[in-house]
C-alpha cells in the first residue's frame, strides 16, 4: 500500500487504475461499497486499485471556522483502505488551486495525471468549482476523454442511508453502537499520548493522554474503551472525555485508564475505540469521591468489555 499525492503524476505501476474517489471520511458502509466496486472491477480486468480523497475535507477549506467533525485522520483512512484491498491512496490537497479547477479540468486531471481508467464515486458525488460537476457530467467527460465512470447508490440501514452526518450525530448522542453498525466497527479516536497533569498516577489511575485535535467531539463522558498499542496489544480500559469538570482549568482532552496496564505510553501513537457510553461527565467535591466513582467506572466498564 502506497500514499501518492494528486500534486503529482501517479507513478506507472499505478497508470490504467481503477480510482474509488470520494472524501471517504469514515469509511462507513457506503464507502466500502464504493470502494468494494472498484476492488471488484479492478481485479476482474488486471488493473491496478486506488482509492482517492481529499485533505483537508473541502468543509474545512470552504468553512475554515467549522466545529471539528473529523471521523478519521489520513492514516487511519489509509490502513482502512489496504484492508479493503486498495493497492495506493491518492491524496488530493483541497486548496484554492484545486478549488478553482472546473469539472473539466478535474476530470483530465483524473486521466492525465492519475492516469484513471475507470473512476467510481457515490450517487452524491460532487466536483470542480461551485459544485459544477455531478456523476452524469463526469461519465460525460470521461467518455470524452477514455474514462470509464460508474456510480454506486447508496447503502440503507434502518431504512435510512448510511451517512458521515448519521455517524456524528450517533457519537453526539453518546450511540457507540450505532456509529459502530454504520462503520463496521467502533469510532476511534487516534493520537500520540501527551504529557498531563499526572494527577490520576497520584491516586493509582494514570491515564494515557490524547489530544482530539480535529475529530469530532463524540458526547462528553465516561465510556468502556479498548486501545491498540503500536506493537498491537489490545488493552480494555475506561476513559474520561471531555474537559474534566472537577479539575481547574479544564482540558479538553481523551483519557483513557487501561486495566491491569502499568507501562509508560508517553510519545506514543496509540488508537482508542469507544465501546460503550457509560456516563456524562460530573463535578467532584475533593479527591475521595472522584476515586470512588472511577473504581465504580472501573467495575462496569469490565463487565461491558467482557460482554
Known sequence: ????????????????????????????????????????????????????????????????????????????????????????????????????????????????????????????????????????????????????????????LDDAPVSSSRIREALQAGDCATAARLLTRPFAIEGVVIDGDKLGRTIGYPTANIALGPYLRPRYGIYAVRGRLPDGRVLDGVANLGIRPTFDPPKELLEPYFFDFNESLYGQMIEVELIRFMRDEMKFDGLEPLIAQIERDCAAAREILTR
Request: no cysteine.
Open 1 to 156: 500500500m502506497e500514499r501518492l499525492s494528486g500534486e503529482r503524476p501517479v507513478p506507472e505501476q499505478f497508470r490504467g487504475g481503477v480510482i474509488a474517489l470520494g472524501n471517504f471520511d469514515g469509511f462507513h458502509l457506503g464507502h466500502q461499497a464504493v470502494v468494494g466496486r472498484a476492488v471488484a472491477r479492478a481485479r476482474a480486468e488486471g488493473r491496478p486499485v486506488l482509492v482517492a480523497t481529499f485533505d483537508p475535507h473541502p468543509v474545512r477549506f470552504f468553512r475554515p471556522d467549522a466545529a471539528p467533525f473529523r471521523l478519521t485522520t489520513l492514516d487511519q483512512r489509509e490502513r482502512l483502505f489496504a484492508a479493503a484491498g486498495a493497492d495506493a491512496m491518492l491524496v488530493f490537497a483541497f486548496d484554492a488551486a484545486l478549488a478553482a479547477k472546473s469539472a473539466e479540468e478535474f476530470a483530465a486531471i483524473l486521466v492525465e495525471d492519475a492516469g484513471a481508467a475507470a473512476v467510481v464515486t457515490g450517487q452524491d458525488f460532487t466536483f470542480g468549482k461551485n459544485r459544477s460537476g455531478d456523476v452524469s457530467k463526469l461519465a460525460e467527460l470521461g467518455a470524452a476523454l477514455g474514462m470509464i465512470a460508474e456510480t454506486v447508490g447508496p447503502v440503507g
